[in-house]
């Protein structure tokens, strides 16, 4: 690789770090045709699947000059910072010799906005569609699609690339309207949206569109919006547009900001907890409105998990027999996670389970103790709640591609 290739890389591996949105979870593998590739340093990074394995993707942009003017985005057209642009047969040689080194086993490709939002989309449809057609590349491809693109070319997306996403960037049209004033939220909904139907269409058929489905993701942080609001969003992505993936970015104060931002950015952890959160809403049957009554002023907990949280504030249901409670609520205890569940409800059908037992089908009893009753245990007299409090606070957790947080 020459020089100036390199520094190009460097620059734009290091403006695509901002974008979370890259994990490849849920793809299926292509079949390589005859001679296929990819059918399993600066800007590759490392995303983890379902069952736990890290993958590694070459994550960059096409070009980091950008027409808009977000005030949230170090790319933004006001901005100082260092440009520089790949063209599309850069990218596609630079991803097969990457894969060929075994560096990387697929591509993540965003990229600022230059000339129009459809020339743009153009370009990004080109590599994946070069990638595909005249390399046979078969490993994974994830599109940052423009919103503003005209349909048909968001179609063509769709069937090159294995996942595609649309950020929403900020949790509510009016935080949309006063940091981005050029995005408008109807145009990335509208596009969600016939992603999402395009999506289901193609399965139905037992066609190829975007296999992966959509994700998306929300910058915490950079406006108002408390965690509920944070989460109803969410949740509303998920029912109506099918999204595979919310992922939640901590704003990161940047070089010469704009003074509508704030001058720090929220706590790590509270990004943390709205990984957990979600986690909720998709698997374990919890709703925005029970994840967040568990902290204060719409804000989730920060010194205890939204699970561990929400059980707090609803001693009442607990302690469960683990012998009798149905699934769902089994899901509400604290360190009882869906495998966990499922190895309880299998193991039940067999035998009365003991405390013993639930330690063995569980990953951590001694969080259990308080919340459930089992053949030969049951809590004594409740803790009060500071001290159960402290009990269950700050307990380590994997990152959510990992699998169950709880």
């Given at each position: 690789m020459d020089d100036k290739l390199a520094d190009r890389l460097r620059i734009l591996s290091d403006a695509a770090k901002y974008d979370a949105s890259c994990a490849s979870s849920g793809a299926p593998k292509r079949a390589a045709g005859p001679g296929g590739l990819?059918?399993?340093?600066?800007?590759i990074c490392h995303a983890y699947t379902p069952d736990g394995r890290c993958v590694s993707l070459l994550k960059i942009?096409?070009?980091n000059w950008c027409m808009f003017d977000c005030a949230y985005c170090i790319n933004r057209r006001s901005s100082n910072v260092e440009r520089a642009r790949f063209m599309v047969d850069e990218v596609v040689a630079l991803t097969?010799?990457?894969?060929?080194r075994n560096y990387i086993e697929g591509l993540f490709l965003s990229s600022g906005i230059v000339r129009s939002p459809d020339h743009t989309m153009e370009q990004l449809v080109l590599v994946a569609r070069k990638l595909r057609e005249q390399e046979g590349f078969a490993g994974y491809i994830h599109l940052k699609t423009i919103p503003e693109a005209s349909p048909w070319l968001i179609e063509q997306a769709g069937l090159f690339a294995d996942r595609l996403s649309i950020n929403l960037e900020l949790p509510s049209s009016e935080s949309l309207q006063r940091l981005a004033?050029?995005?408008?939220?109807?145009?990335?909904?509208?596009a969600m949206g016939q992603m999402h139907e395009r999506i289901e269409e193609a399965r139905e058929e037992g066609?190829?569109?975007?296999?992966?489905?959509?994700?998306?993701?929300?910058?915490?942080?950079?406006?108002a919006?408390?965690?509920?609001?944070?989460?109803?969003?969410?949740?509303?992505?998920y029912r109506n547009y099918g999204l595979r993936r919310v992922y939640y970015s901590a704003f990161s104060p940047i070089p010469a900001a704009s003074t509508v931002l704030p001058l720090k950015p929220p706590p790590l952890q509270r990004e943390n907890r709205l990984y957990q959160a979600d986690w909720l809403l998709r698997f374990y049957g919890f709703t925005a409105e029970e994840v967040a009554s568990g902290g204060e002023d719409g804000m989730l907990a920060l010194d205890v998990d939204p699970k561990s949280a929400w059980a707090l504030k609803n001693r009442d249901r607990f302690p469960v027999d683990v012998n009798k409670a149905d699934r769902e609520l089994l899901l509400r205890v604290p360190g009882l996670g869906t495998r966990s569940v499922e190895r309880i409800l299998a193991a039940r059908r067999h035998t009365t389970l003991r405390l013993a037992d639930v330690a063995r089908l569980a990953r951590s009893v001694k969080r259990l103790l308080p919340f459930l009753v089992t053949a030969d245990y049951r809590p004594g007299r409740a803790a009060d709640r500071a001290n159960l409090r402290s009990a269950v606070a700050d307990v380590p957790t994997p990152q959510p591609e990992q699998?169950?947080?709880f």
């Open positions: 990819g059918s399993t340093s600066n800007g942009l096409l070009t097969i010799a990457f894969y060929k004033p050029e995005k408008k939220a109807a145009s990335i909904t509208g066609a190829t569109f975007s296999p992966a489905g959509q994700s998306t993701q929300i910058i915490v942080g950079a406006d919006t408390d965690d509920a609001a944070l989460l109803r969003t969410s949740a509303t992505l699998g169950s947080l």
